[in-house]
């Protein structure tokens, strides 16, 4: 899959279930990108697509867990086996089903299949910068961190402290993995969509 065939996927799932998803998406690859490319190791264009199609199971409808294994489903469907993983680990940064913020609309037994699939899935540095990505997306503007945790935590009532600690871990590897300030690498003042 390359980046117009991505952008293609993600404009027909927003025209499925418009919301500002689609907006959180685009900007969630234009940091995975960004933070790829100041790596030696990581392709920006494997990033960027990663990040654009993280939440593409939302196409399917308003959902909360469902998105994550709706998303897996699709990209398995498609033959794109490292975007299927991308979109169940995204949401997991310690491995955790119980740590998934909002609805657990899937069924008892598929909860079950994704809590042991999350026990050996191996994390690469892709699974990481899209967790880290999600967590720093606003819908069209980069977000300070914190910011963006108040913000789900204002949402939804909760945000696990764990989850928390994970995330802004997660920021300092990637600081010190490119030499940047993430902040001043993704021009958080002046960029936007
Ligand atoms: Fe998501």
Redesign the pocket.
């Known amino acids: 899959m390359n980046r117009t065939q991505a952008e293609k996927l993600l404009l027909a799932a927003v025209k499925c279930n418009p919301g500002l998803w689609g907006e959180h998406s685009r900007t969630a690859a234009y940091i995975a990108e960004t933070i790829a490319d100041a790596c030696d190791d990581l392709d920006g264009e494997s990033a960027f697509i990663m990040g654009l199609l ?2 593409i ?2 196409k399917f409808g308003v959902s909360g867990l469902k ?2 294994v709706d ?1 897996y489903a699709y990209m398995t469907e498609l033959g794109e086996e490292g975007i299927a993983k991308i ?1 169940l680990t ?2 997991f940064n310690n491995r955790k089903l119980n740590e998934y913020i909002g609805r657990i609309d899937i069924p008892v037994q598929q909860q079950e299949w994704l809590s042991s699939y999350l026990k050996v899935v191996q994390y690469d540095d892709y699974d990481r910068l899209i967790q880290l990505c ?1 967590a720093l997306a606003g819908n069209g503007h980069v977000m300070k961190l914190e910011e963006r945790m108040l913000d789900v935590k204002k949402r939804y009532g909760y945000y696990p402290q764990a989850k928390w600690d994970t995330n802004c871990k997660l920021k300092e590897y990637f600081e010190r993995k490119t030499g940047w300030n993430l902040y001043e690498l993704l021009q958080k003042e002046t960029w936007h969509l």
């Open positions: 993280h939440d199971g939302r998105h994550v998303g979109c995204h949401s999600d």
